[in-house]
């Protein structure tokens, strides 16, 4: 239901934005998250939007660097990130949840490679 793309390999300093393509019904009322698992650490929450106000979370590691958006005419959730670090680099999942202010993430999507070169 959920599959993201956009990753790849970017240089430090550098941008990319992730998408996600959702299909199943009401997507506009489904919050959105973006999370990542970097190699041999627990997966971690990188970024949401409510779908009920629209309210946005990031985690404190991207606040001012990723920015995340959804078009819910396109179905679609994304990941604006730039000034990219190597610690940046991991999986990154995107998630949804019919809840306003999820607890856990109901669906999940498969992962897009993001590695970031110093």
């Known amino acids: 239901q959920l599959q993201a793309s956009g990753g790849g390999l970017v240089q430090a300093g550098g941008s990319l934005r992730l998408s996600c393509a959702a299909s199943?019904?009401?997507?506009?009322?489904?919050?959105l998250a973006w999370f990542r698992r970097a190699p041999g650490k627990e997966r971690e929450f990188v970024a949401s939007?409510?779908?009920?106000?629209?309210?946005?979370h990031y985690a404190d590691s991207v606040k001012g660097r990723f920015t995340i958006s959804r078009d819910n005419a396109k179905f679609s959730v994304y990941l604006q990130m730039d000034s990219l670090k190597p610690e940046d680099t991991a999986v990154y999942y995107c998630?949804?949840?019919?809840?306003?202010?999820?607890?856990?993430?109901?669906?999940w999507g498969q992962g897009t490679q993001v590695t970031v070169s110093s």
């Open positions: 199943g019904r009401a997507f506009s009322h489904y919050s």
């Open positions: 939007i409510s779908w009920s106000d629209g309210n946005k």
């Open positions: 998630a949804k949840d019919p809840s306003p202010r999820p607890k856990t993430w109901r669906y």
